[in-house]
Structures are given as C-alpha cells and as structure tokens.
C-alpha cells in the first residue's frame, strides 16, 4: 500500500474515536490498511452435515493456480480448488476469528463482536453478534442475494469492505469486515477531487493597457491610437487608474483689423 494510502485511511479512522467501548484501546494497538479486495471472496461454507455455515474468505495470493471457481447464478456457487491441492504461497484461507474480525472506523472489535452465518428460508445473511453488553447493535454484514445450499459466495452489504490488520505498519494474515460508520450515522462527507488541470496565471500588468480577456476568449486586438508606453515607466508599476488627459489644442488667433490706405 502507498503512503498515501495509509496516511488516509489513518485519517478517516481517527474521526470516529471512541464511540463505542474500547475503540480508544483498539486503536492504539492495530491499525487497517486497503487491500486489493478483487482477489477475496466470502464463502458461506457448509459445517459437515448439519445444515449450519461458518465463514471462509479465501484469497488469491498469486496466479499460479487458482483458489476458487465462482459461479454465474445468484446466489453464486463457490468451488474452493484450494482444498485439492497445497495451496502454500499460492491462496490464503481465513476460516475462524483468527483470520478475520469486525471493525467500525478506529474500534477494533474483535473482542466484544462475533461473526455468524445465520441460514434463512430466503437468504443467507452474515451478521456482526455483539458479545457484550452494551458493545454496539447487531449488524447485517452480508448476503447471498437469494436460498441457497452447499459453498456459496456472500455479497457485502453496502458500506462495508475488506481490509487488512496491521501492526506497527506491518501487514497481519488477518482481514477485517469494515465499515467506518455504525449503523444509523452519516457517511463520512465525500471531498470533490482536484482540478483537471493548473489555474491559469494572471496576467502581467502593463500600465496604459486594459486587463486581459478571459482565457476562454479570443485576445482583444489593441486599438492602434493606444499611446505607447514610456521607455522610463516600470512594467512593474501598478497602473493608475486615472485617465490619460489630452494635450489641449491652442485657442484660435483673432486677426487685428487693418485700416483702409489713405488717399
């Protein structure tokens, strides 16, 4: 992860600080960074014979082989190739609250939430069970989108994402299921990006000159009665705002009367 990264994602957990019990302790002691979240995917996986489902994230680490197979229907079945093969250096597997755990903004709750794969007639839901009193609400994290049996995949509700715990800037094997919100609080506010591209520089100013159109216009041609410009003045003089005044013309000369020639 760039430092850049980090250093906003720093930010955006430092906003919610202690709202619930224990965020304060959390967050001084592990830290979350952004992960590539296209080579993960949650899997509600079948507990032997007994109807029930436990959590399993698998992940992609390199493309030598691949980990899973996901299919086209909804809810998608999921084929975890990882189990027939040593997946050593090649897949990573989280499959109990020592690969994965929740956390909202700074507050790692790893010890006062647990993960549970509630199976309905409708949906499979991924819910976030506070253990606690007083620890926090109960939160839906994910869903299959529709019934389903066997391996299928869990879609993440929106707001929440994956990421990875770390520890003095140091990237853990253990992800998080995120959000940086509790349920019912506003979304952090979404800044505008830069500008396209570099604001255009003023002009200089040259006194006796108009200001300088708009970059957007065509450039005003100089009127050729436009006095020039002293070779003494400054370019760098501010220009006044006074006008120029005209050389006034000379008044007319009346002729004196010439008398008529004598006889």
């Known amino acids: 992860m ?16 202690a709202l619930w019990p ?3 302790m959390a967050q001084s002691m592990f830290g979350a960074a952004e992960l590539e979240p296209q080579k993960f995917v949650l899997v ?4 032997g014979s007994s109807g ?5 994230i698998y992940e992609q680490v390199n493309d030598r082989k691949p980990c899973f197979a996901i299919g086209e229907s909804k809810p998608a079945a999921v084929n975890p190739l990882l189990a ?9 597997r989280y499959i109990d609250a020592n690969g ?3 956390r909202v903004g700074p507050s790692d709750l790893a010890g006062s939430y647990r993960v549970l ?19 926090g609400p109960e939160m839906v994290v994910a869903k299959a989108g529709g019934a389903a049996s066997g391996f299928h995949k869990l879609d993440l509700e929106p707001g929440w994402r994956l990421m990875r715990r770390q520890f003095r800037g140091r990237n ?3 992800v998080y299921l995120f959000n940086e919100v509790w349920p019912g609080e506003p979304s952090p506010a979404v800044t505008s990006g830069p500008p396209s591209g570099p604001a255009p520089a003023p002009a200089a100013s040259v006194p006796g000159l108009s200001p300088s159109p708009a970059a957007s216009g065509p450039a005003a041609p100089v009127a050729a009665t436009q006095a020039p410009v002293a070779a003494s003045e400054s370019l760098n003089a501010p220009a006044s705002s006074a006008p120029i005044p005209l050389q006034a013309s000379p008044a007319p000369v009346t002729p004196l009367p010439v008398p008529p020639p004598k006889l």
């Open 100 to 102: 994965y755990s929740v």
């Open 44 to 47: 509600a996986s079948p507990v």
């Open 117 to 135: 794969v509630r199976s309905e007639a409708s949906d499979t839901l991924l819910i976030a069970l506070p253990t606690k009193p007083g620890a």
């Open 2 to 17: 760039s430092v850049a990264g980090t250093v906003a994602v720093s930010a955006t957990l430092a906003l919610g600080a």
């Open 84 to 92: 027939t093969f040593d997946f050593t250096g090649i897949c990573s």
């Open 172 to 174: 853990l094997g253990h």
């Open 22 to 24: 224990g965020g304060a």
């Open 52 to 56: 029930r489902y436990q959590l399993n």
